[in-house]
């Protein structure tokens, strides 16, 4: 276990990024035992002034637009990289040969081909931490649905999965970088990478994927003025370009143990801010949840008896101190005190800093094999799409 100070960078001050710096500041005060000290050296982004902001807002020395300027920082150990998936390659391997550990933000890469080099560029430098952002991982009610799974819910039947966005429904959502790249780099990558990697939390590796399938409804969208963040508004031009993406997309899969699964994303659906949610039937019973209520879950228990079943309903449970995450992870661990995504960017973040410092702690931040994973399944569902729903095989391994 390292006691040296560890300093942190992120590049990228959208919405993603100011989570992570936030999260990086908060780690510090979560759980056990002390950090080493954390210096907040960094913040980096194209536009100065959202870079400076972020950095006077959560209490980074420094600010810049140049991600370069970080390669030869001495008070740098550990960056975020949260900028547009196609820019994640060239910077995430500059970092690893630069000496630094690496947390990348979800979906890797734009392409499985530049995720693979990304992994192989971690592994060529296996005495630094590298990870990618799964961050719903550290979702204490998922985590707690986990452990049902194993310990008492038994083998999983159907996985029903959904992530349901309205952040693209508007005409006047501007044109940016998520609406380009191709079938299946839209909602599946941006949202249904989440959605996938938590099915594979839950019940573990899909064998395969069929039913592909895609829309796009808002076909085009007007150039922005200036520069977008996350899905913030802008002011918009008179030049309109298409949308090059899925705004929905659906799937079917199989899973290695047998189980089958249902996938369901839109980045259009009226009403639903950020709706994700699954229901997980299994031998023994059964368990939901819905991040529209974060803190509980329900759980269904013992269904083997016919008599108990016909009054043996959904439970509903409340996050507590029992359960992974909450007790140290609050300011406030106790049942019924709520939390949201942003909480968990502090998970994300004392975990991967306890990696680096060497400490045996929180689980684990994903590798970067997870996140090759993920794009090899992004990847089938969109070639199950162009054969009509086809069943595509997933590759294993990395």
């Known amino acids: 276990m390292t006691t040296s100070p560890i300093g942190v960078a992120v ?46 807002r959560y209490g980074y020395e420094r600010s810049g637009t140049d991600w370069r300027e970080l390669l030869d920082a001495d008070d ?12 994640h390659r060239e910077i995430v391997e500059a970092l690893l040969d630069a000496g630094k550990h690496v947390l990348c933000e979800k979906p890797l890469a ?11 560029a971690a592994q060529a430098h296996p005495d630094q931490v590298s990870g990618v952002g799964f961050v719903y991982r550290r979702q204490p009610a998922v985590a707690a649905v986990r452990d049902l799974l194993h310990e008492e819910l038994g083998e999983v039947s159907h996985f029903n999965g959904r ?15 998520r609406y380009k790249g191709g079938p299946g780099t839209g909602a599946l990558a941006d949202i249904g990478s989440h959605l996938i990697d938590l099915s594979e939390f839950l019940c573990g590796p899909m064998d395969s994927v069929s039913g592909g399938t895609f829309t796009t409804k808002v076909t085009e969208r007007a150039v922005p003025l200036g520069t977008t963040y996350g ?19 659906s799937f079917t899969a199989h899973f290695a143990s047998g189980a089958i699964g249902t996938f369901s994303i839109s ?13 997980v039937m299994a031998e023994h019973g059964a368990a939901k949840w819905d991040m529209d209520r974060p803190a509980e879950f329900s759980v269904i228990l013992n269904q083997t008896d016919d008599r108990r079943s016909a009054v043996n309903g959904y439970n509903q449970v409340l996050a507590g101190p029992a359960h992974p995450y909450v007790k140290g992870g609050l300011p406030m661990d106790f049942p019924g005190c709520s939390y949201g995504v942003g909480d968990l960017f502090g998970y994300q973040a004392r ?32 070639r199950s799409a162009a054969a009509g729903g086809a069943a595509v095989s997933v590759t294993p391994g990395a």
């Open 11 to 56: 590049i990228g001050a959208g919405m993603a990024g100011r989570a992570h710096c936030a999260g990086y500041r908060s780690a510090p005060t979560l759980f056990d035992p002390p950090l080493p000290p954390i210096r907040y050296a960094a913040v980096v982004d194209a536009n100065a002034a959202v870079a400076e902001d972020a950095a006077i």
């Open 76 to 87: 740098v150990q550990v960056v975020s990289v949260v900028v547009a998936n196609h820019l």
């Open 110 to 120: 734009a392409s499985i081909e530049d995720a693979r080099a990304m992994v192989a």
């Open 163 to 177: 992530y349901w966005c309205d952040y693209a429904r508007s005409l006047e959502t501007p044109m940016a970088w």
């Open 231 to 249: 899905h913030a508004r802008t002011e918009l031009s008179d030049v309109r370009e298409p949308v090059e993406n899925d705004d929905v997309a």
């Open 267 to 279: 980045r259009i659906a009226p009403g639903h801010a950020n709706s994700l949610a699954f229901d």
């Open 351 to 382: 975990a991967f800093l306890e990696q680096v410092a060497g400490i045996k702690g929180l689980p684990p931040v994903a590798p970067f094999e997870d996140g090759v994973r993920d794009l090899r399944i992004i990847d089938a569902v969109t």
